[in-house]
């Protein structure tokens, strides 16, 4: 008989909800661009030969690559951030730019929601309970923590799989048929 390591196969996951710095990141980029647009264009269309027309010009031409660049360059560093909750076979696994935590399903006693906090609690048998104040992108901590909780009792009967996970996430019975 070999004794095979548990499965690291991840089920389901849930990103972080990154709307709320996209939207500021593209509104403020849509801003610059707009007012340093309108600016260059009034130097253009204008054909003075005023030197502060030109510097109001220049400083448009700015604004608009400044906007470019806040936009793009903003959104290409908040789409490069990779944090997630994972539900994996033996745990789940909360992965963070400052690191990963594993939480085994045999060390959860129970995961709720902490409605004051809006926050995702896991009780731990070891140690203080983990508390995740992220927002995951299409669900809530209210709508979360019934599911990983229904998860974490499935995990204690028997290993969960993806057909399993599947059918609880969609509310079908989930059952194995005998």
């Excluded at 700015?62 to 806040?70: K, Y």
């Amino acid at each position: 008989m070999s004794s095979d390591p548990p499965s690291t196969e991840l089920l389901e996951w849930f990103r972080v909800d990154r709307s709320r710095g996209t939207w500021r990141l593209l509104g403020t980029g849509t801003i610059l661009v707009f007012v340093g647009a309108t600016l260059v264009a009034c130097g253009i269309f204008t054909h003075s030969t005023s030197s502060t027309l030109r510097f109001l010009t220049l400083v448009g031409a700015a604004l608009l690559v400044f906007g470019l660049v806040t936009a793009f360059g903003g959104m290409t560093i908040l789409l490069a951030q990779d944090e997630y909750l994972a539900v994996r076979v033996d745990a789940v696994l909360v992965r963070r730019t400052r690191g990963e935590v594993v939480l085994a399903w045999t060390d959860l006693k129970g995961i709720r929601c902490d409605e004051a906090n809006d926050a995702l609690v896991f009780e731990t048998t070891s140690d203080a309970a983990y508390v995740l104040k992220e927002h995951y992108s299409g669900v809530t901590p209210k709508t979360l923590a019934p599911h990983l909780e229904e998860l974490r009792r499935k995990a204690a009967i028997a290993p969960l799989d993806r057909a399993q996970v599947a059918r609880i996430a969609l509310g079908l019975p989930h059952r194995t048929p005998s």
